[in-house]
């Protein structure tokens, strides 16, 4: 008698999955609580420092992400897809609640017409997407699946620095968003982001690190270029947070700018590398957690 293969929704049943949930929520009600006081040294900060500061935080969390690499080497297929996914979820629900509404608010606030807000927004997330499709064209990079991108050579690059472009590519749309999040009047919306990405950034800092484990790396070398990849984001906050600081016009087309390349990253590099393996089903779990996941935070920051 033929076994029947178990479905992702028995699998999100096992002790592993609900454990993850829970300390998820243990991870909101911390920042629920820790919010009141957040908020008051926050908001004597500038819109520069605060974009600076919080994407670098974001980033750093690119790290801590692999320190489970001192006490692991490998990673199931099924593990780094469910992770991939979950980091895809928390980036689309940051995208839409924390970068293109509060961008089409503040259009229509300025130009007092939903049609140009709309327009508005629509050229800033195009925009957005192109700028990444021409990075990923000229920029020579290599991914863990997909193998070397742009006519990438290993033979002429060091690989590792292949892979540290890759990643990097994903990083400064991501810092580039959380510098742009803090331009507004809602303080809670740059946290939101910033909490987000961070969140996201831990998955994809333990699946860079095993990766490099995998390729021969040593564990302090796997988690210090993993660190390096992390140090992209800053770069993108400050670049984000100057922009608007020094022009407030700004502020929603690099709101639709940012969430242009957030989305671009997504569906161009997320979501096809979670679903190259055959665990189509729990990336997709993985995507609803995340998205869950971002929208509770926003709702308890607001």
Not at 43 to 66: D, R, Y
Not at 177 to 192: K, M, N, Q, R, T
Not at 212 to 229: D, F, H, I, Q
Request: charged share 10%; hydrophobic share 55%.
């Amino acid at each position: 008698m033929m076994q029947s293969e178990e479905s992702p929704a028995s699998d999100m049943l096992r002790p592993g999955p609900i454990l993850a949930v829970l300390a998820l929520g243990l991870f909101v009600a911390g920042v629920a609580a820790l919010w009141p006081l957040m908020r008051v040294w926050l908001e004597g900060l500038g819109t520069l420092q605060l974009g600076i500061l919080a994407s670098f935080v974001a980033g750093m969390f690119t790290g801590v992400g692999a320190i489970p690499i001192f006490v692991m080497r490998r990673l199931s297929r099924e593990l780094e897809d469910s992770l991939m996914g979950f980091g895809a979820g928390v980036m689309f629900a940051a995208t839409a609640f924390e970068l293109v509404l509060p961008a089409a608010s503040i259009a229509e606030a300025d130009f007092g017409s939903a049609w140009a807000a709309a327009l508005v927004v629509g050229i800033g997330i195009a925009l957005g997407g192109v700028l990444m499709l021409a990075l990923h064209r000229l920029v020579p990079h290599e991914h863990f699946v997909t193998g070397p991108q742009s006519g990438a050579d290993p033979q002429k690059i060091l690989r590792v620095w292949l892979f540290i472009f890759a990643i990097g590519l994903h990083n400064l749309p991501e810092g580039l968003a959380v510098g742009v999040g803090f331009g507004g009047e809602d303080l809670s919306d740059g946290v939101a982001l910033a909490i987000g990405i961070g969140l996201q950034n831990m998955p994809e800092g333990l699946v860079v690190a095993v990766a490099l484990l995998s390729l021969g790396y040593s564990r302090p070398a796997a988690l210090g270029v993993t660190l390096l990849t992390g140090l992209v984001q800053p770069l993108g906050g400050l670049i984000g947070a100057g922009a608007v600081t020094l022009m407030e016009m700004l502020l929603p087309w690099g709101l639709a700018f940012a969430a242009g390349a957030m989305l671009f990253v997504i569906s161009h590099e997320i979501i096809p590398e979670s679903h190259r393996c055959g665990h189509e089903g729990k990336a997709t779990f993985g995507v609803l957690l995340g998205f869950i996941m971002m929208l509770t935070i926003g709702l308890v920051l607001d």
